[in-house]
């Protein structure tokens, strides 16, 4: 099945810095890898996501890459402020058969320092 | 606020009990998904329905099930609960099974679910 690794596992950044993470996966069949943010008590929250037909995407200060080749893809949060303190997951699926389960990373803890 | 709702927010029972957890997708979704996170196994796919049937299955032990009714809601049922299954429980909807197209999921608040 499915494999997903995260790293960093925790990430202190400075308020205004760039913030980056990474996950691998193993199944060349998955083709969506999604980005979820989670904060205390909450579920988790789709921030952005990307298809395996496209290699880049953004979304104001958000944006991730993917690297197919490679089986990996990359978080990248710009100027970052003390509202994106959180724990980030990655995830990755493949549709068989109609069925639809996410894989996930074990999360990484952003924090912004002022 | 995704739109999915799920009930109980907060659940505390004994060893050997049994629970159901509720969830009501998104309005129009027809897939719902079930998902375990607990601090030592993270956050683990247990099972998709979709418009009432079940589409995949992950990590489910024998002990839990769901359905999916026809107004589309699930529900999770855990059996002679063990202290290990205290974790949250969060369920997920998306419109469409993925007919070849993997599908956005969005989560629900979550049941916080204590086996003491």
């Known amino acids: 099945g499915e494999n997903v690794e995260q790293h960093p596992s925790t990430l202190s950044v400075q308020e205004g810095d760039s913030a980056v993470i990474k996950c691998t996966y193993s199944d060349s069949a998955s083709n969506y890898f999604p980005w979820y943010k989670q904060e205390l008590g909450k579920g988790p929250q789709l921030i952005i996501d990307i298809r395996s037909n496209v290699g880049e995407k953004k979304d104001q200060r958000i944006a991730v890459t993917l690297n197919k080749t490679a089986k990996h893809f990359s978080l990248h949060i710009t100027e970052t402020q003390p509202e994106d303190s959180a724990v980030y997951f990655c995830?990755?699926?493949?549709?068989?058969?109609?069925?639809?389960?996410?894989?996930f990373g074990t999360g990484t803890q952003l924090k912004v320092e002022l | 606020d995704s739109g999915v709702t799920q009930t109980p927010k907060h659940l505390i029972t004994a060893t050997g009990q049994r629970v159901t957890l509720r969830c009501s997708p998104r309005s129009g979704d027809l897939s719902v998904y079930w998902y375990q996170q607990s601090l030592d196994q993270g956050l683990q796919f247990l099972i998709q329905?979709?418009?009432?049937?079940?589409?995949a299955k992950g990590n489910i032990l024998e002990r839990f099930s769901a359905q999916q009714f026809p107004d589309l809601h699930s529900e999770l049922n855990l059996s002679s609960l063990e202290l290990g299954d205290s974790a949250l429980y969060f369920c997920a909807s998306s419109p469409t099974p993925g007919q070849g197209v993997t599908d956005t999921q969005y989560f629900g608040p979550g049941t916080r679910l204590t086996v003491l």
């Open positions: 329905y979709y418009n009432g049937e079940e589409r």
């Open positions: 995830a990755a699926s493949a549709n068989t058969g109609g069925g639809n389960k996410l894989t």
